[in-house]
Every structure is written in C-alpha cells, then in structure tokens.
C-alpha cells in the first residue's frame, strides 16, 4: 500500500520519501483522498506540531512592475485596473510595524514587486529596516525581487532575519509564466539569501495549468533549497493577465497538492494564501487538516480574502491552536508576498531524485 510504505518512512524510518514513492502516493484515486488528508496531517503533527501561524498583508507598492509574470496583475504589461502607487513613506511603513507590535506580533515584512532593487529603493528599505529594529524591537524580513551577492549581505548585516523569494512553479514550465527572468535567476536568489545568513521563505501557485507530475516537480525542487516555510498560492485568474481564461484546481486537486507537499516537505511551516477562498470553499478547513500549518488572513495584495476572525473561529471549530512562537498573526508590508518562520520545525535531510 502506498501510504502505508510513506508511513513508515517518515514516520518509522524518518528519512524523507523518494519520488517513486510520492508518485505511487499521488497515482491513489480522488476516491480515497481522506486517506492522503489523514497521513499527511499525522506527518504535520509529527514534524511542526498543532500550532497554526496567522499573516497579514499590505500591499506597500502597487503595480508598474517590470517582468511579465503571466498571473500578476501587477504587471506594467498588462491591461488589469490595478490601482497604481508608489512605495510608503517611511512614516507609513514605521505605523505599520507600530500597528504590528501592537497586536501582540513578533515579525515583520518590508515587500516590493520589483525585478531587483536599485540602489536607492535598496537604501530606504535598510533604512526602514533599522528603523523599525529601533522603534518596535520587531524581527524584520524583505521581499525584494532578484538580489546580488553584494545586496543580499547588506540585508544580512543590516538585520534582515528571513528573505521571500518564490520559484513560483516547476522549472519545466516557468518559462511559459515568465520570460523576463528565468527560473534558474529565482534559484540563484533563494541560495544568495541563505548564503548571506538569511532564513529563506520560498513558495508558489499551484494551478498554472501544471500537471500533477510537474506540480510534484515542484515540491521536490522547492525541498532542494531547504526553504524554513513554503507559502501555498491557489491561482485565482486576473482580468487582463494571460491566465485571466485559466480554469481553477478543484478543490479536492487543491487538498490533494497540499497533502502531497506535507509528504515531500514534512518539517516545513506550509501556509495557505491567496486563492484559497476561491478554490477551497468550504474546504478550507480540509486544507489544514492536509497538512497546512500557516494561513494569510485578511485581504491579498489585490484580491479580497477573509477576516481573521472568520479564521480564529475555523481554527477553534478544528482544534487547531494559533502559534505563540515568532510571527504569531503578524503584519506585513507586502506587494509580492512575504512568508515567516514555523514556532516549532524538525528538518531531515532532502532526497531528489
């Protein structure tokens, strides 16, 4: 059987499953899918705990970006409507973090939908860093696009704890998502991160138009970084973009790539994002008991989500507890996505094959 033999893997022989075994796990007919919910949520349980994160963001610049990623509606290239504005003042970003602090939360995200920061977006937000480090005593992580060595050790020196940079998708089918940076320039980016000392956040959509093989592709390719969290996207189309016309996972595909991740990333925080309201419906909760560990709540950068007291109360309805370690139910500065670190991870070692 199987799950049975992945049981005993991760859970008896704790060693992380090869693909052959993930495959056999993902050939299992939707039919029996509680089975896949029930094993990955034990393997959550096993490896992260009960705990459950909670996120938030603001979108702290909007639009005119350079690259073409065929799901954002943030692209200089398409035709979407998005509201367009430029990066906060450091008076904004610092209420924020005030605001942040104020919930209870440890950490706190600065994000840009840029391809890279040029020098002078790359000094204000080490200045917004610092200041924020100053005036709240928060934990401060960036999402900024492609780095080079030299700016992703400035970040390092100058506090930056965790970086989020996604691959977005598999290597075999980025290129039909974007053609203005490659998948291999995201990879290089992941590894300067945690080269220069930073903790790597680093995720993706699921429901580009992938095949389940690639969409395991891609859980395999992500668990080669190593990455402390893996943010979960379930793409939700845009008006305007090249995917606007693209039909959605169903939700039972949806819970399925998320236990099959928990299977191949057992000690990562998974966190739903956007999309999930869209896709999962009614079975959000099924999406936690899956294997997620992590959710956004509150409105995404340009698409409404749902309130975090909507979310309190699925949690409280599961059993699920809210996590008190780093990053409980924190806000964040986000015009990308920005991700945090798991309370409680065990990590073993990462087998591609």
Same mark, same amino acid.
């Given at each position: 059987m199987p799950l049975a033999a992945a049981e005993r893997a991760l859970l008896v022989e704790r060693r992380p499953l090869t693909r052959d075994e993930v495959d056999a796990a993902a050939a299992l007919p939707l039919d029996e899918l509680p089975a896949l919910v029930a094993l990955a949520h034990k393997v959550r349980l096993e490896y992260c705990g009960p705990e !459950?994160? $909670?996120e938030s963001?603001?979108?702290?610049?909007?639009?005119?970006c350079s690259e073409d990623c065929a799901f954002c509606s943030q692209s200089a290239l398409f035709k979407t409507g998005v509201d367009v504005y430029p990066f906060l003042d450091l008076d904004e970003v610092l209420a924020a973090a005030r605001a942040t602090r104020d919930v209870g939360a440890t950490q706190f995200c600065?994000?840009?939908?840029?391809r890279g920061p040029e020098e002078r977006l790359l000094r204000k937000v080490i200045e917004? !860093?610092? $200041?924020?480090q100053r005036?709240?005593?928060l934990e401060v992580a960036c999402s900024l696009g492609l780095l080079t060595p030299e700016q992703a050790t400035r970040l390092a020196d100058a506090g930056v704890r965790r970086y989020n940079h996604n691959l977005e998708t598999s290597r075999e089918l980025f290129p039909t998502i974007c053609s203005t940076h490659s998948w291999e320039d995201r990879v290089a980016t992941a590894r300067l991160a945690i080269d220069a000392g930073m903790e790597l956040c680093c995720g993706g959509i699921l429901g580009m138009g992938e095949t389940l093989g690639q969409r395991l592709d891609f859980a395999f390719e992500l668990a080669a970084l190593g990455p402390c969290e893996v943010p979960i996207n379930l793409l939700d189309p845009r008006p305007g973009t090249p995917l606007a016309e693209q039909t959605t996972l169903s939700a039972r595909e949806a819970v399925q790539a998320i236990a099959l991740f928990r299977l191949v990333l057992p000690g990562t925080w998974l966190r739903l994002a956007g999309g999930r309201e869209k896709v999962l419906g009614e079975l959000q909760g099924m999406g936690l008991l899956a294997g997620a560990n992590g959710l956004i709540v509150g409105n995404y950068l340009t698409?409404?989500?749902r309130s975090a007291e909507e979310d309190r109360a699925l949690l409280e309805a599961l059993g699920m507890?809210?996590?008190?370690?780093?990053?409980?139910?924190r806000f964040i500065v986000d015009a990308a996505g920005a991700h945090s670190l798991p309370a409680r991870r065990v990590s073993i070692p990462v087998r591609v094959e």
């Open positions: !459950v994160e $909670l963001l603001i979108n702290a610049k909007s639009g005119a600065i994000v840009v939908a840029v917004a !860093v610092d $200041l924020v005036e709240t005593g698409t409404t989500g507890p809210i996590a008190e370690g780093p990053g409980e139910g």
